[in-house]
């Protein structure tokens, strides 16, 4: 069965304090890697979709790392506006183009 | 990034009623579309895949004669809540699948969500 888990649960930073999300997936055959920003009551925010093993990619404070087993978001010097649910989520051959949700890390950055 | 919109936001109703939501992708076209829902500090559970022109397919345990689900063009779905009971209240979100209009295909986009409480 396709498992997403995501670590840490929540995490509290210091504005400024760099630090990186993990998420560990077991899928047979990936499609894509999704990270998505959730805000309380909003829909989740489309981040970064990565489809193999060394791919990266960046936006602003954000860059999206990918191996065979999990995926890293880094966030580098975050701010307070960066506070959010941070959502992860597979895309497996045998799930159509759906997508499997981890249960997200909660971050909260203060000044 | 692109704009999937989601209408009522927000839906209050009593018990034994049936509520639509729909679902529209504003810039971009989308033969797949997905529902969600979402309990309170939990992640999203996907419900239906909904493609342009066919059928709907649901997940386990999903009642498909419950959530009534209509792909009826290539930029809308809806999501009919059939006799809604207290156990239906929830956040209900929509994504669609990028299939064309100028973004990069496979890319999901999320509405803002639906929040809906059965009384």
């Known amino acids: 069965e396709d498992q997403v888990t995501q670590s840490p649960e929540a995490l509290r930073l210091q504005e400024g304090e760099s630090s990186s999300l993990n998420c560990s997936y077991t899928?047979?055959?990936?499609?894509?890697l999704f990270w998505y920003r959730q805000d309380p009551g909003k829909g989740p925010e489309f981040l970064f979709t990565?489809?193999?093993a060394g791919e990266e990619k960046e936006k602003e404070r954000l860059k999206a790392t990918l191996t065979k087993k999990e995926s890293f978001l880094h966030i580098t010097a975050p701010k307070p506006e960066d506070s959010a649910t941070y959502l992860c989520?597979?895309?497996?051959?045998?799930?159509?183009?759906?997508?499997?949700f981890g249960k997200g890390t909660s971050l909260l950055v203060t000044p | 990034g692109a704009v999937v919109s989601q209408h009522p936001s927000r839906v209050i109703c009593k018990s034994g009623t049936s509520v639509k939501i729909e679902c529209r992708s504003l810039?971009?076209?989308?033969?797949?579309m997905f529902w969600y829902r979402q309990f309170p500090k939990q992640s999203l559970m996907l419900m239906a895949t909904?493609?342009?022109?066919?059928?709907?397919?649901?997940e386990q345990g999903v009642e498909k004669d419950k959530f009534l689900i209509n792909h009826a063009s290539l930029t809308l779905s809806t999501l009919t809540v059939t006799s809604a009971h207290p156990e239906d209240s929830s956040f209900y979100i929509c994504?669609?699948?990028?299939?064309?209009?100028?973004?990069?295909?496979?890319?999901?986009?999320f509405g803002p969500g639906t929040r809906l409480t059965v009384l």
């Open positions: 989520a597979v895309q497996a051959p045998n799930s159509g183009y759906a997508l499997n």
């Open positions: 899928v047979s055959g990936l499609r894509g």
């Open positions: 990565l489809y193999s």
């Open positions: 994504s669609a699948r990028v299939s064309s209009g100028g973004r990069s295909y496979n890319e999901q986009f």
């Open positions: 810039d971009f076209q989308a033969t797949t």
């Open positions: 909904s493609n342009e022109g066919s059928k709907a397919t649901y």
